[in-house]
C-alpha cells in the first residue's frame, strides 16, 4: 500500500467515527423533539449533514486511490446510511490498513506466502 492510498484510507477510517456519532445523536434529538420541548433537530441535523458530506467526500477519494472494487465501495457506502455502520466501517478499514502494512513488509522482507 502507497502513502496515498494509507492517508485516503485512514482519513475515512477518522471521519467514520464522529458521522456515526453524529447520526445517532440526531436520532436522539428526533425522538427528544416529539417527546419533549428539547429541540436540537436543527443543530445536530446540520452537524450530521456536514460530517456526511465530508464521510462521501473521504469514501470517493478512497475509493478512487485504493481501487477498490464495486462491493467494498457500495459496502463502505451502505455503512454511513446505517445509525451504527460508521463504528464498523472503522473497525474494517483499520483491519484492512493493518493486513496492508504486514503485506508491504513481508513484502519487503521476502517473505512468501505458502
Request: glycine share 6%; net charge positive.
Amino acid at each position: 500500500m502507497d502513502i496515498k492510498t494509507a492517508t485516503a484510507l485512514r482519513r475515512l477510517r477518522l471521519i467514520s467515527v464522529p458521522e456515526a456519532v453524529s447520526f445517532l445523536l440526531l436520532l436522539v434529538c428526533s425522538v427528544l423533539k416529539r417527546t419533549t420541548d428539547f429541540n436540537a433537530v436543527p443543530v445536530m441535523g446540520a452537524v450530521h449533514g456536514i460530517l456526511f458530506v465530508a464521510y462521501v467526500v473521504l469514501w470517493a477519494d478512497a475509493w478512487r486511490t485504493a481501487r477498490w472494487g464495486r462491493g467494498t465501495a457500495a459496502l463502505y457506502f451502505v455503512l454511513s446510511v446505517l445509525p451504527t455502520g460508521g463504528f464498523f466501517a472503522e473497525r474494517k478499514l483499520k483491519r484492512e490498513a493493518e493486513n496492508a502494512v504486514i503485506a508491504s513488509r513481508a513484502r519487503r522482507e521476502g517473505v512468501v506466502n505458502a
